[in-house]
């Protein structure tokens, strides 16, 4: 069964960096046409953050990330990542990354969750 893989979380202060790793297992990676970071804090539900293409041509963002973060994957090291700058406190969540179809920026159609990875920055 495919299975994504989140690394790369911890403690930063506001305005600081951050660079998120997804590792794809049990399917190639160049398999999945849409990939997605999304974030969950906590009493609230999971909401999109970005998204990429298999060629990496489609990029979508949120705009509460847009000009902040950048994402990007490497079908030859099935990898992806999330590039975060400028972080702020209410980026502070549990981020995932998922497998969803073509276009698409809905929780609902994403799978293949992994475990999430910790990002807090304090206020």
């Known amino acids: 069964q495919a299975q994504l893989v989140e690394s790369g979380g911890g403690l930063v202060q506001a305005g600081g960096s951050l660079r998120l790793s997804c590792a794809a297992s049990g399917r190639t990676f160049s398999q999945y046409a849409f990939l997605g970071w999304f974030r969950q804090a906590p009493g609230k539900e999971r909401e999109f953050v970005a998204a990429?293409?298999?060629?990496?041509?489609?990029?979508r963002y949120a705009d509460s990330v847009k000009g902040r973060f950048t994402i990007s994957r490497d079908n030859g090291k099935n990898m992806m990542y999330l590039q975060m700058n400028s972080l702020k406190p209410e980026d502070t969540a549990v981020y995932y990354c998922?497998?969803?179809?073509?276009?698409?920026?809905?929780?609902?159609?994403?799978?293949?969750w992994g475990q999430g990875t910790q990002v807090t920055v304090p206020s």
């Open positions: 990429v293409s298999w060629g990496g041509t489609n990029i």
């Open positions: 998922g497998a969803g179809p073509y276009g698409s920026s809905r929780v609902a159609d994403f799978g293949s």
